[in-house]
């Protein structure tokens, strides 16, 4: 195939690569055996010889775990977020997240007891409750399966979120916060990976993966870039 596209007059061979299915696993046994087989390709072919093409294959994990398969360049996406793609204990390499989602209460509401709040009544109150909303739901990304499981941080304070989530919008029991007020600032992804609001907490309530996460914040809310 490559000697085909050598001889076309009309194509030129930029690059070749491989992608791990393995590189985010523990056991990199499948990830090596795979890295084996690209690099008997590459010296069959002597690609490794030619300046004309560019050889890569490492994703994120790869990057990190496996130097010997960085080649010319490396395809750090989740890493670029500043993420492992699983939570490593003594990561080789610190990464630090680069995403925060922040929406402002936007409203407070004071619920008696025995009450319940948003759809289905999955939530009711046991104690007088103050319900801040939230103007962000599953349309912006943010997932129905939060709902009664999810924290957000507000301030200091981790707040819980109640009831069911709906298209536009969330509640959060904030109750315990003395100073809340409409216009504060509430943490729902928060950017640090030990988070009780984190990528990787959220992902887990989620049975996912931080990917999914991430990628599941619709175009349409606001990006700051700082």
């Known amino acids: 195939l490559i000697a085909k596209i050598d001889q076309c007059p009309n194509t030129h061979l930029a690059g070749v690569y491989t992608h791990f ?3 985010d696993e523990q056991d990199l046994s499948y990830a090596y055996r795979q890295l084996d087989v690209f690099n ?7 690609l490794a010889s030619r300046e004309d093409i560019i050889i890569h294959a490492a994703n994120s994990a ?3 775990k496996i ?3 960085h080649f010319d360049m490396v395809r750090c996406g989740i890493g670029m977020y500043g993420y492992y793609s699983r939570p490593m204990a003594n990561p080789p390499v610190k990464l630090t ?3 925060k989602l922040q929406a402002p209460i936007v409203g407070l509401k004071k619920i008696p007891v025995g009450h319940s709040v948003s759809y289905g ?12 909303i939230i103007p962000l739901g599953y349309a912006d990304g943010y997932r129905r399966c939060f709902a009664n499981k999810a924290k957000m941080l507000l301030g200091s304070h981790l707040v819980s979120v109640i009831g069911r989530v709906s298209m536009d919008q969330i509640l959060i029991d904030v109750t315990d916060v003395d100073d809340v007020a409409i216009g504060r600032m509430v943490t729902i992804i928060d950017n640090n990976h030990d988070s009780p ?3 990787y907490a959220l992902a887990d309530l989620a049975d996912t993966i931080c990917y999914e996460i991430l990628t599941c914040v619709h175009a349409h809310v606001n990006r700051i870039i700082h």
């Open 21 to 23: 299915a393995t590189a």
């Open 40 to 46: 008997d390709f590459i010296a069959k072919n002597d």
């Open 62 to 64: 790869a990057t990190i």
């Open 67 to 69: 130097p010997g398969s």
């Open 97 to 99: 997240p680069v995403m």
């Open 121 to 132: 009544r999955s939530f009711i109150t046991t104690r007088p409750t103050i319900a801040g």
């Open 197 to 199: 609001c984190g990528v």
